[in-house]
Structure formats: C-alpha cells, structure tokens
C-alpha cells in the first residue's frame, strides 16, 4: 500500500487495514467522531449522568464496608479516575492495585499521594514474578504485537476477581473516549483471550502458570456481568476530561509526577510501546492517541505533528532499558535481542477465541435489540 496520512487526523497507512474517503479523511477518525457523539458527554447531561449514578451506587451501596472499586496504576487516567470518583461523586472507592513487577517509582509515588490525601484503603496484589517473568519471555518467542498481554490481563482478572470475591458491585474504570476512541484492531489482539495465553505458554513457556490470574471467557462476559451483575462505570465520559489539563491538575494538588509518555508508568509498557512495537512492526501508538485528541478537539493536527517528530526514546535510556529488561528476565542481552528479531507473527497463528467473541457480541446485539 502507497503510504498515506490522513488529512484531518495522523492516522496512516502503518495501520493495513485503514481506508480513506475521497475527501482523505481515514475510518478511524471518521468512526471516532460518532463514538463521541454517542458516549461522550462533557456537557448537562454528563453532569446528570455523573450525579445519578453517583446517587444510585451510594443508595445500592450504603451499608457496604465500599460501594465501588477502582483499579489504579499510577497513570493519568486511573489517578484523575480518583479524584473524580471521591470529590465529584462522593463515592467510598476501594483501590486496587496489580503489581506485575514492572512499576516505576514514580508510579508507586503517585498511587501512595493519592491514597494519603484521600485516606483510601489500597490492596496491592503482587503477581508471581517467576511466573510472569516465564509468560512474558514465553510471548516474546510467540513474536506477536501485544506483549503487554502478561500485564493487562493480570490487571483485569485480578480486579474483578477481588470486586467479586468481596461483593462490590460497581467497578470504576478510567476508560474514556477522549484519548481512546482510536486503536486499530491490526495493532494488537485482544487481553481478555486466556485460551491463546495458555495456548502460547504450551508453546514457548516453562514450568506452570499456578497462581497467575486468569480470567476465562465465561467468567469475563457471562458470569461477572450477567450473573454476577458486576457492573463497569466510565465517568470520565461524562466530563470534560482533557488529559493535559488533568495532568497539571494532579501536579498541582496532589504533588503528582508525570512519567512521560501514556502508560510508561510501567517499565515494560514503555519499552514495548516506543521500542518493540515500533522497531518490529512499525506501529507507533502515539498516532492513535493524539488522533484520538484531535478528533475530540484537545489539540490541533500541527500541534499532534510536531509531537510525532520528538524521538520515542533517548539512545542512552533505550540502551540503559534493553539492558534492565533483558537481565529482569533472566536473559542475556544477546538472547534478548534475539527474541525481539524473530519473525513477526500475527494473533491468527495461534489458537484464540475470536470466533466466541464475535458470536457473543452477534448475539449481544440481537439481544439487546
């Protein structure tokens, strides 16, 4: 394909399966407008939104040691998340973090601030380094994109587990559509697929995932939601929420430390992310998300520009960073750039529940009318 960029986002051809209209305006931006219009609310009736649900949790909730749960990693939106949830919502939020032996120090600073000012109770889960350790070098030998697969899915499995295990009912997430109404689905595969993780352990890995959190398909889509009634909350669509000036918000009130990049609060993500992702694929996330900005009016396409033209990594830092990565994983730095020059492979390689999600969903529709 001739590279092409589009002309009202940055979105380009990096991305195979992008399409553009005769006007050269591409999908993703084009798709990401209607999600907006349709989810985002930074108006009366978010407000309204914010303050009915807020009452609904506090009535449904009230004799509950916590009326909701939010998972939080030390980043931009998890911290703002709880800064929303307690003084604009007046909610008794539990906090929860997943520890998967990647945090930075000025993650783990972050979480502690905001805990301290608010005088919230904070569960760490630490994930069994050997065991993740064994996942994450058993995904680089499988060569696909997603390689914060190890990471997220451990988050997501462990917060709903712990939100279920102790009766909360209302998880508050800090998803939103200002800064994530793009992602090409060719970017990456699916957290949620424990059928391919298992699967590429099988392959690549070692030993046993015993203690590991997992969570199966039907747990994710049928059991928490459905029978469960494990219900997810998205409050930062229902506000103005503009991600540069919720930085400086945090900064300003609760002595917050910025990390430089989104979700480089963990050491691994940002390797993957301005390194691994780039060098081997070509995918350079940044695009999404500062599509993403501009699509909901936060910055200009010159200003997402002139982002894009900043190195990703300083050759110091990189090099100090290969070397750190490859010694935590027990591997010599030969072997380690080894693995990262395999042959690309795609998540159709290995076996995944794709086909499920895609009936789900069909039937989800059907359902729901």
Not at 22 to 49: I, S, T, Y
Not at 259 to 267: F, M, N, P, Q, R
Not at 330 to 339: A, R
Request: charged share 25%; glycine share 4%; proline share 3%.
């Amino acid at each position: 394909m001739k590279h092409q960029t589009c002309n009202y986002c940055v979105m380009d051809t990096t991305d195979p399966d992008i399409t553009f209209n005769v006007e050269g305006r591409c999908n993703h931006c084009l798709d990401a407008e209607q999600k907006l219009k349709n989810g985002w609310f930074p108006n009366e009736k978010g407000k309204r939104l914010l303050e009915s649900t807020a009452k609904e949790i506090k009535s449904e909730c009230a004799n509950d040691p916590y009326d909701c749960i939010i998972g939080v990693s030390g980043g931009v939106d998890s911290s703002y998340l709880v800064y929303v949830a307690v003084e604009l919502m007046g909610l008794r939020p539990l906090i929860v973090h997943v520890d998967a032996g990647w945090n930075s120090e000025i993650a783990v600073s972050n979480i502690e601030k905001l805990v301290k000012k608010y005088d919230l109770e904070l569960f760490t889960y630490v994930v069994s380094w050997s065991e993740i350790r064994d996942l994450q070098v058993a995904y680089l030998r499988s060569s696909l994109a997603n390689q914060d697969v190890p990471q997220d899915h451990a988050f997501f499995a462990k917060l709903y587990e712990f939100a279920d295990r102790n009766k909360i009912k209302y998880v508050i997430t800090g998803s939103n559509l200002t800064s994530e109404s793009i992602l090409p689905l060719s970017w990456g595969y699916s957290a949620s697929d424990s059928t391919q993780i298992k699967a590429i352990f099988n392959k690549f890995g070692s030993g046993k995932l015993k203690t590991y959190p997992m969570m199966s398909f039907f747990k994710s889509k049928i059991y928490w939601p459905y029978m469960k009634k494990l219900k997810v909350v998205k409050p930062l669509d229902w506000i103005n929420y503009d991600k540069n000036k919720a930085i400086n918000f945090l900064e300003e009130h609760f002595g917050w430390v910025y990390y430089g990049g989104k979700h480089h609060e963990s050491k691994w993500t940002k390797f993957f992310q301005a390194y691994y992702l780039v060098e081997k694929f070509g995918f350079d996330k940044r695009k999404a998300h500062l599509s993403s900005l501009i699509v909901a009016g936060q910055i200009s396409r010159d200003e997402a520009l002139k982002e894009l033209e900043k190195p990703l990594y300083d050759q110091q830092e990189l090099n100090d960073d290969k070397v750190y990565i490859a010694n935590k994983l027990n591997l010599s730095l030969e072997e380690f750039d080894s693995l990262l020059a395999l042959e690309n492979k795609d998540y159709k390689d290995y076996p995944n529940e794709e086909k499920l999600h895609n009936f789900f969903r069909k039937v989800k529709r059907k359902v729901q009318g």
